[in-house]
């Protein structure tokens, strides 16, 4: 199993961004793919997650006014889409891929871990 977060780059505050998490190999049913970021020198925090087998998404409540998890399973494909971001969305975004009280935890954990990609929002 692979993961590949893609989509970062140089955006300017105010604009949108869509990022994309492919997937390759197996998906178990009761897995979840989860949305991470860790700004430079930060902890790593929680942003959403897709569930595979009833497609519910959930959002970390400080960016639910901004962010929307979806995705497209017949590509194997979770989308993470920011709108009106700012200089504090700045940070590494990764995806990873496990059940979801793995992903959740106060510390999270996941078998599958995909390279992030960086997302620099420019004031």
């Known amino acids: 199993v692979q993961l590949q977060a893609s989509g970062g780059g140089l955006v300017q505050s105010g604009n949108n961004l869509i990022l994309s998490c492919d997937i390759s190999?197996?998906?178990?049913?009761?897995?979840?793919v989860a949305w991470f970021r860790q700004p430079d020198g930060k902890d790593r925090e929680f942003v959403g997650r897709?569930?595979?087998?009833?497609?519910?998404?959930k959002v970390r409540d400080s960016l639910k006014d901004r962010v929307t998890i979806s995705a497209d399973e017949s590509a194997r494909r979770v989308y993470l889409q920011m709108n009106s971001l700012k200089p504090e969305d700045t940070a590494v975004y990764s995806c990873?891929?496990?059940?979801?009280?793995?992903?959740?935890?106060?510390?999270?954990?996941?078998?599958?871990w995909g390279p992030g990609t960086l997302v620099t929002v420019s004031s």
């Open positions: 990873a891929m496990d059940y979801e009280y793995k992903l959740l935890s106060p510390q999270p954990s996941a078998d599958f």
């Open positions: 897709f569930r595979w087998h009833d497609g519910d998404s």
């Open positions: 190999g197996f998906i178990l049913p009761n897995y979840c």
